[in-house]
């Protein structure tokens, strides 16, 4: 691994070398990034992704023979992963369009065991017409609407109430006026579906359709920097849970092949306005099936259609999240807090029985609430920023037909984060 981000660097200083001595530009790179260093401390056992650092919500209440809550208690860790380096690339036209691209990384990795490691985060290329613009290779997931986004100091940025996603697409977006019109088909790849074998692309892989997204946006902004962007996305997907089924007939192990289905709707809009001295931000998202971007999601057996080949019908958990976030505009102090609220509403359709099995990402959670204001200090290229999160979850003991999470226990983690950068 180490020898592949030596070459990869290797290459990238070559490729700026060769932009730097034409004089025509015909092909460019520039580098961008940060040293971001966090210093966290939780008030009880969270879960999370990579040693704690991107927080998703509080660990539940764990009695042990004494009647104390075993995941409470303080959790510090200090960590730089998220430094981050980018080449933005520029080159000559192509088929009558302005060519551009980028690549980034950073030292995230796609799991505990690699961590510090470098990983891909965007790989793309771009074309760009008079009014239409196609982008292929890896970027957000459109329901991450990059015009309104938490901007919080938290790598979480707002996940779960905030989709979270980065996808392999083909994205074509046409502009007419201030509307733009986006259309997206994506893939799977660090973030995807979950079921019985754990988190998997393969699930939509193996349904043979690509992830579909339309969104319209809105965008005005004036002189006075006013600004207004809204949209508004639909999204759906299908995923294949498994191919076969094994049964045992005479005491032999008998396969049958299975064509099974989950179908996921996803409706999202935000609004955002910008005025000089401050910042307004909405968003509202109604979700089926959405473990692929980070949310409280899955799945559930709801019958069996076939006794003999055991071939089951499903139906998605969905969800219903809003957040909203305010924080002032000055280039030195910066002020503001994050707000965000997720509902868990069980099963679109009820199951035949409420022991069938469900599958997903914190599907046992009924309600989650999130508060962290910070404040931001900007000198020259160096940043210090300190948030206060706090996160609490309604966790349910039991479960009807439709999985909803009954006779609730609340757990509750405040999060101290204190970042440094330097921008680069």
């Known amino acids: 691994m180490n020898k592949l981000v030596v070459v990869f660097v290797a290459l990238i200083l070559s490729l700026a070398a060769f932009g730097q001595d034409n004089p ?12 971001k260093n966090d210093i966290f401390l939780d008030t009880r056992q969270t879960v999370s992704a990579r040693e704690g650092h991107f927080l998703l919500w509080p660990s539940p209440v764990v009695m042990d023979a004494n009647g104390n809550d075993i995941n409470e208690g303080l959790n510090l860790n200090m960590l730089a992963v998220q430094s981050r380096l980018s080449g933005v690339l520029s080159g000559p036209d ?15 990795a796609q799991a505990n065991d690699n961590i510090n490691l470098f990983r891909l985060r965007h790989a793309f290329v771009k074309l760009n017409w008079k009014n239409t613009e196609l982008l292929t290779g890896q970027y957000w997931n459109p329901l991450f609407a990059t015009g309104c986004f938490p901007g919080t100091v938290s790598f979480n940025t707002g996940t779960p109430f905030q989709s979270f996603a980065r996808n392999p697409q083909i994205r074509v977006t046409q502009n007419i006026g201030n509307l733009k019109m986006v259309f997206a088909l994506l893939s799977q790849r660090d973030y995807s579906s979950r079921g019985a074998d754990g988190p998997s692309s393969n699930y939509l892989r193996n349904s043979g359709l690509p992830d579909l997204h339309f969104q319209i946006q809105y965008l005005m902004k004036n002189s006075n920097g006013f600004g207004i ?19 045992t007939v005479d005491n032999v192990a008998v396969k049958y092949k299975v064509d099974e289905r989950v179908p996921g709707l996803t409706l999202m809009a935000y609004a955002k306005l910008s005025t000089k001295p401050v910042t307004v931000k909405l968003q509202g998202r109604y979700g089926q099936n959405i473990t692929d971007v980070l949310s409280v999601s899955g799945f559930a057996v709801k019958d069996i259609l076939d006794p003999v080949t055991g071939e089951q019908s499903y139906t998605p958990l969905h969800n219903i999240t809003v957040w909203g976030e305010l924080h002032t505009n000055g280039k030195k102090f910066q002020a503001g807090i994050f707000m965000g609220i997720l509902m868990n509403l069980g099963t679109v359709e009820p199951m035949s029985d409420a022991s069938n099995a ?14 962290s204001p910070r404040v931001i200090y900007n000198v020259g290229k160096f940043r210090l920023a300190f948030e206060l999160e706090t996160t609490i979850a309604d966790y349910g003991s039991n479960f009807d037909v439709n999985y909803i999470p009954k006779d609730l226990t609340r757990a509750t983690n405040i999060r101290g984060l204190l970042s440094t950068y330097y921008f680069f």
């Open 94 to 108: 192509a088929l009558g369009a302005k060519t551009s691209g980028l690549i980034e990384g950073d030292f995230f």
């Open 229 to 247: 962007d809204a949209g508004a996305a639909i999204a759906y997907k299908e995923i294949c849970p498994r191919l076969s089924t094994v049964d």
């Open 24 to 35: 025509e530009k015909l092909f460019g790179i520039k580098f961008k990034g940060y040293v």
């Open 358 to 371: 469900v599958y997903g990402l914190g599907q046992t959670i009924s309600n989650l609430y999130r508060v």
